[in-house]
């Protein structure tokens, strides 16, 4: 959620953090600030609001040196204000911090650190981390050492960012737990930290991911990496791919509407090197499969959070169809306080675009701890989630800057279907021209998505007729409910109308009350396996006056005639529809909010990466 830029080097650090601030602005965030050293004295601005009000601070008010740190907030403890926002700075002035997590156990430490004559400035559960430091500095004698004795004496989960005049040749970055990543960027006589790798790519594709329990220790010319107590650690540096021009919007108005185009690459890409169409074969060398283990699998346990769950109720339909092994989707968050029947025999795909979702990773640690296999879907290279798995496949999505997610809803049902076509042809389970047939109709799936987004000016009419609504109702049967749920979800975050998904088979058990003219029902009915089914609800809509815009596939002369309004898709093998019908979806959403005049990138409230409980 809250984003973390810090440099040491030669160059100017305002600058510097202040773009990389801006590359974080998708995370979410209700306030901004940034510290410098200057000429020895550590110099603040901060307010709440826009990077952009935190740049005409700077504007106004300069300050440049080599060091600094900078911050958005995401408000936790304290209203957003000017004195509520990082950087926070101690007594002395000696010491300055950024933080993202909660601390837990806050109250008690500011009770204690006040008794002792502490004077807090606001009303957040960080500065008490600044206190600490400032305390054991005194005592401790140096930086790392009282660093290390605060971050013993803090409970929750963080990533921490320090500097202070009495050391200026350094910064200490930390991790604890999984309150989002702490990333270390190797340069030449110069280095940076960051909370996500947009924020420093365009200075260095050399970098550190910090696990749980280390530190580094930030020069301007080396990084040392710990634990919290002291131990040392030979980090593995990663090369990262990514262009940092991939990140920026181009020729589109918003990331959102980039990204969604976007999705023929992804695919493309998330095929590409692991699936031999000639012998219909699919390779996921990450996931350490064997045949051996693929035959010991009695369960699978699939645990994400908002659009990766989406995708993992598609996967659980993908997993039983082909390969024939019991499916269960849960909620991360909800996941361990249900005390799972997890063991040796089970294995847990957990689903995240970030791999740092702090729900999805508790939940992974719970099934590890009752005996589970761990894999997991990830897009973010050396997150905790790919770390922390046995096994992995990575989204190949890129960076994923909107809010809102579309590439990495549609990259991770890719991931699935070859997975479990994999897991089916380790099993003995398929035969040959079944087999062959799967993977073939992978061959499709770019092209089949690229004319979708062909379509998008028929999906600007649609939506132009629905600015004025206040309410929708989704509707989907089969592997397309879970698509059903999945446009609901981007409606809601970013237009902000109210949306409700519902089962089809579920309209007649309540949902079907609220139907009349003034609720625009929108009913994916594609050529598949529920298609009568799904044709006789939207028959009854009909009947009860409704307005239905339908998602259909090309030369559906029945849904044309009934319907109001009708998105129309290729016709799509229909194990993978769910890529193609959500796209529409996708699309409604954004123009919507697009014609509405709100901040799709960023919608209110909401985060990219949900790094606390």
């Known amino acids: 959620m809250c984003g973390i830029v810090g440099y040491i080097g030669q160059r100017d650090a305002t600058p510097i953090i202040l773009n990389g601030l801006q590359r974080l ?3 979410g965030y209700d306030s901004a600030g940034i510290a410098v050293l200057c000429d020895q004295k550590i110099e603040i601005r901060r307010d709440a609001g826009k990077i952009s009000h935190l740049i005409e601070l700077v504007r106004q008010n300069p300050l440049s040196g080599n060091l600094g740190i900078g911050h958005t907030r995401w408000a936790t403890h304290g209203a957003p204000s000017a004195r509520n926002a990082h950087p926070h700075v101690g007594m002395t002035g000696e010491v300055v911090v950024v933080h993202n997590g909660i601390v837990e156990n806050y109250r008690t430490l500011r009770e204690e650190l006040e008794a002792e004559g ?3 400035n606001s009303e957040t559960d960080t500065e008490v981390i600044v206190h600490l430091v400032e305390r054991n500095l005194s005592s401790q004698g140096s930086l790392v050492e009282a660093v290390q004795k605060a971050l013993q004496q803090i409970e929750g989960a963080h990533g921490i960012v320090i500097f202070s005049t009495k050391e200026p040749d350094k ?13 270390i960027g190797l340069g030449e006589g110069e280095n940076f930290v960051a909370s996500d790798l947009p924020a420093i790519l365009e200075h260095t594709r050399k970098v550190i991911f910090l696990d749980s329990q280390q530190m580094a220790v930030v020069s301007r010319e080396q990084v040392t990496v710990q634990t919290l107590q002291g131990d040392p650690i030979t980090p593995i540096a990663h090369t990262i791919p990514w262009d940092p021009v991939a990140a920026e919007k181009g020729e589109y108005r918003h990331f959102m509407q980039k990204e969604i185009h976007e999705q023929v690459r ?18 996921l060398e990450e996931l350490n499969l064997t045949p051996e283990l693929a035959k010991s699998i009695q369960k699978i346990f699939i645990i994400a959070c908002g659009t990766a769950a989406h995708a993992g109720l598609v996967g659980k339909i993908l997993i039983e169809r082909i390969a024939r092994i019991p499916v269960e989707v849960d909620i991360a968050s909800e996941f361990r306080y249900r005390e799972p029947i997890v063991d040796q025999n089970c294995v847990t795909i957990a689903i995240s675009q970030s791999g740092e979702t702090a729900d999805t990773l508790a939940a992974m640690e719970e099934a590890r701890k009752r005996g589970s296999k761990l894999w997991s879907i990830v897009n973010a290279i050396g997150s905790q989630a790919m770390r922390l798995a046995d096994g992995y496949i990575s989204m190949q999505c890129g960076p994923e800057i ?8 549609t990259a991770p049902l890719v991931d699935l279907y070859m997975l479990a076509i994999l897991l ?12 062959q047939q799967l993977v073939n109709d992978l061959r499709m799936i770019p092209n089949l998505a690229g004319v979708c987004l062909d379509r998008e000016s028929a999906v600007i009419e649609v939506a132009k007729t629905l600015l004025e609504t206040s309410n929708c109702l989704y509707l989907g049967r089969g592997i397309n409910m879970p698509t059903a749920y999945e446009g609901a979800l981007k409606l809601k975050e970013i237009s902000y109308i109210h949306a409700e998904a519902y089962p089809a088979g579920e309209m007649k058990h ?7 003219k003034e609720m625009p029902v929108i009913a994916l009915i594609p050529k598949d396996p529920w298609y009568e089914k799904m044709f006789s609800q939207v028959e009854q809509a009909k009947a009860r006056g409704g307005t239905v815009i339908a998602v259909a596939t090309d030369g559906d002369d029945l849904i044309a005639d009934i319907a109001d309004q009708v998105l129309w898709i290729p016709q799509t093998p229909w194990l993978l529809s769910p890529v193609t019908t959500v796209i529409p979806l996708q ?17 209110r409230n909401l985060a990219k990466s949900v790094t606390v409980e």
């Open 25 to 27: 602005e998708y995370r």
């Open 118 to 120: 502490a004077i807090f």
């Open 171 to 183: 910064l200490i970055a930390a991790r604890i737990g999984n309150a989002g990543g702490v990333v």
């Open 266 to 283: 992804s695919l493309t890409d998330t095929i590409a090197g692991r699936v031999d169409f000639q012998n219909g074969r699919i390779h």
């Open 402 to 409: 909107g809010v809102a997610s579309t590439k990495a809803y």
């Open 424 to 435: 089916a042809d380790l099993r003995g389970n398929l035969s040959p021209s079944i087999r």
């Open 510 to 516: 309540g949902p079907i009350a609220l139907i009349d």
């Open 587 to 603: 699309l409604l959403a954004y123009h919507i909010a697009a014609l509405r005049g709100l901040d799709v990138d960023q919608p």
